[in-house]
């Protein structure tokens, strides 16, 4: 494919913070008086954004509060929250490192905040293996839109066609398609309703240690 550079997205394809995240939800319907959710729910809402999480989730339990209202109450436990118990997916380390002396630079592209990201990297060790971060609120558009992966090829000095991709959502399949830039997706990660066998991907993996065979 002579694919030049990597996009990563962060929640569902390099780590597992599906817990952490769910915890902050219920954090925030604690403070609300509203009921729990399981965190099997809350990883089927992961991948659109925090705004979108935070409407699913008072949309489940059928709140009328404003969003606006709500959102400085989530953001303070999704901080808290950030460092609770994140895991990286197995071979995350080892590709990160073969890629990186293979000389191919790398990114995130995620619709995380972006001031989370830093301290996720670096609490998990893997900081040093990114050039750039592109989070939900770098630009006015996030994924699916194609313009996260667009900023993200230029700033890597790549066209699109030559990066590569790598997720685990609808939400990046959506967005690689839209800035024509080939996605290898993840079968381990948040796929929400996404038929994998069925998706516009390069390849399907069960492991990330199978990347390299894609590229």
Known sequence: MGIAALVFDLDGTLVDSADDIAEAVNRTLDDLSLPRVSEATVRSWIGEGVRRLVTTALAHARSTRPLDEVMPTFMRHYRDCLLRS????????????????????????????????????????????????????????????????????????????????VGDSATDLGAANAAGMPIVLVRYGYPRDLDLEAADAVAVIDDLRQLSACI
């Open 86 to 165: 994140p895991r990286l997916y197995g071979g995350v380390v080892e590709v990160l490192q073969q890629l990186q002396a293979r000389g191919l630079p790398m990114a995130i592209c995620t619709n995380k905040p972006s001031a989370l990201v830093p301290p996720l990297l670096d609490h998990l060790g893997i900081a040093g293996h990114f050039a750039y971060i592109i989070g939900g609120d770098t630009l006015p558009q996030r994924k699916p839109a194609a313009e996260p992966l667009l900023h993200a090829a230029q700033l890597l000095g790549q066209a699109p066609a030559h990066c590569l991709m």
